[in-house]
């Protein structure tokens, strides 16, 4: 179950959301009588109350927002309780003060702003104490391992307990709140309103990570990088899921390099079976798998995890997605060669893509030129594949056949930039950007416009997902609907 909290200054909006909240599904919501300006009446709040209702009057250490005395805020919980609200949440320190009365539940909680402390089992000891009937438990998270250890409190505590890490590394400790036995969760009226850094709104819970469908058995993939907060991947994914009746979540997981080698240790006990990998791990893992394909041994890097059993194995998806998109854009193509064996290819970047993307299109026999920025890096890249590099100023001067931008250069905001300039590009020429947001960027636009074969990261994003399905859960992946769904997202944003 999710609880959606209302932060509201005004009593009519707090109506309004709570009546709002209600027909969209939601079936408990939390009142922060702290955010209403002027004195807050309760009565009119609760009198038609359309679900079930947690009171909480957070004080401004605990992070809320109340101005007025001590005694007024715990008065208005006593009154809370004499009205019969469903919860009512109190602090550790005010439960004592505040006695059981009727059928009001109480949730006895704790924040700590600044850490996930060492002691969690102490400080759920000491507040079931406080004749809890729920315990809630919210503390900063500064590493992913504290999220498992908050979802494990949670798993073992003998009254009901919420357990919440906050900060972008946390998220996950609340999307898997109900895998790990949580009577409910915490989420916002809207994402843009979050009173907790973190913080999820309530439709990005049902409708990206379909919360409610989320129980011991759900199995757990993800992507894991930094940052990861812009990944369109959770969306794609977890549709895909869905549509296959997968009873599986697909979440973001933020782990900085440094806690690689514990979250990956911790990747078992998370419930975790497979991972997209991205920037800056895709080298960092190659130590933990105990096979790998290929594509991942040539390239040196490896964008999926797949853990089955005491195995974990590593794929790289890019190049094939890549490659193929570019075939297939070349066999559409009437009068064009379908072979790349021969042709010039000016690989622009050398990161991840460029390397993944020249290493496909060396195996296919093009003659491969990198250039990028840095020309050290570009040397290096040249050197592992025994091709030529060019200085990143010389990059117009190579006769292509094939060109490939694999640098963000044209990616949103940036959209009126370009790696490489509209005169010298001819129509024989076949001009891939790997960026997809936007679909088309400017060179894709002059490409069409000099008559130019093109072929947009688009394409690229959705055959690396697709074949990242298969290798997750075994099956065909529903390609349209990642389709469809990637290219909403990079319209306007929804979230
Ligand atoms: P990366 O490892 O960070 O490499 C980026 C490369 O671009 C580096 O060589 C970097 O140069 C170069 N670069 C960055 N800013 C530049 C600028 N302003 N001018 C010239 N060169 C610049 O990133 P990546 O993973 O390879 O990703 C690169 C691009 O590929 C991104 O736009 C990403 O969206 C796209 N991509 C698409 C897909 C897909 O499925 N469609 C998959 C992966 C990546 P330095 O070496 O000097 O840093």
Redesign the pocket.
């Known amino acids: 179950m999710i609880c959606v909290s209302i932060a509201r200054g005004r009593h009519r909006h707090v109506i309004a959301e709570h009546k709002h909240l209600v027909s969209q599904g939601a079936t408990l919501v939390e009142l922060r009588l702290d955010y209403i300006t002027g004195e807050v009446n309760l009565k009119r709040l609760l009198a038609e109350r359309p679900s079930a209702v947690v009171i909480t009057c957070r004080r401004e250490s605990d992070g809320g927002k109340w101005a007025g005395s001590e005694e007024a805020r715990r008065m208005l919980l006593r009154s809370a309780i004499a009205e019969g609200v469903d919860y009512v949440d109190l602090e550790e320190d005010i439960a004592a003060s505040i006695p059981r009365y009727g059928k009001t539940k109480r949730i006895i909680s704790l924040h700590d702003f600044r850490r996930t402390p060492e002691d969690l089992d102490e400080i759920h000891a000491r507040l079931v104490k406080q004749d809890a009937d729920v315990v809630k438990i919210a503390t900063m998270a500064n590493h992913p391992h504290d999220n498992l250890r908050i979802l494990q409190l949670m798993r073992r505590g003998r009254v009901p307990t919420v357990g919440l890490c906050m900060g972008d590394i946390g998220t996950p400790s609340r999307l898997l709140a109900g895998k790990f036995g949580a009577p409910f969760t915490f989420a916002t009226f809207h994402h843009e309103r979050t009173l907790a850094p973190g913080q999820l709104s309530y439709q990005q819970m049902m409708e990206i990570y379909h919360y409610e469908r989320i129980n011991a058995d759900t199995a757990v993939f993800g992507v894991i990088g930094d940052p990861i907060g812009h990944s369109l991947s959770p969306m794609i994914h977890n549709a895909a899921f869905r549509k296959a009746g997968i009873n599986a979540v697909y979440l973001p997981f933020r782990v900085p390099r440094e806690h690689l080698m514990q979250f990956l240790d911790d990747a078992p006990e998370l419930g975790i079976r497979g991972l997209s990998v ?2 800056p791990h ?1 080298e960092s893992v190659l130590t933990r798998l105990t096979d790998a394909d290929a594509a991942t041994k040539g390239i040196g890097a490896c964008n999926t995890m797949v853990w089955d059993g005491n195995t974990v194995k590593g794929y790289n998806t ?1 190049e094939h ?2 490659l193929e998109s570019l075939e297939r854009a070349m066999a559409e193509d009437p009068g064009r060669s379908r072979s790349m064996a021969g042709l010039t290819a000016l690989v ?9 993307i020249a290493y496909g299109l060396k195996n296919r026999g093009a003659k491969v030129v990198i250039s ?3 020309q050290q ?2 040397e290096q890249l040249a050197d592992r594949l025994k091709c030529r590099v060019v200085d ?1 100023t010389n990059r117009h001067g190579v006769g292509v056949d094939i060109l490939v ?5 044209g ?1 949103h905001p940036n959209v009126n ?1 370009t ?1 490489y300039e509209k005169h010298h590009i001819r129509p024989s020429m076949i001009l891939f950007d ?4 936007p679909e088309n960027t400017l060179l894709i636009k002059e490409g069409r416009t000099r008559g130019a074969l093109t072929v947009s ?5 959705v ?2 997902a697709a074949l990242q399905f298969r290798l997750f859960t075994g099956q065909e992946a529903p390609m349209d609907l990642m389709r469809e769904i990637l290219k909403r997202q990079i319209g306007p944003a929804k979230y």
């Open positions: 991205t920037i895709k890019d997605a890549a622009l970047g050398a990161g991840g893509a460029a390397r993944a990028g920025r840095t890096r570009a990143w931008n694999c640098t963000p250069l990616m930039a790696p790997t960026v997809y947001n990261g688009v394409d690229m994003f055959r690396q």
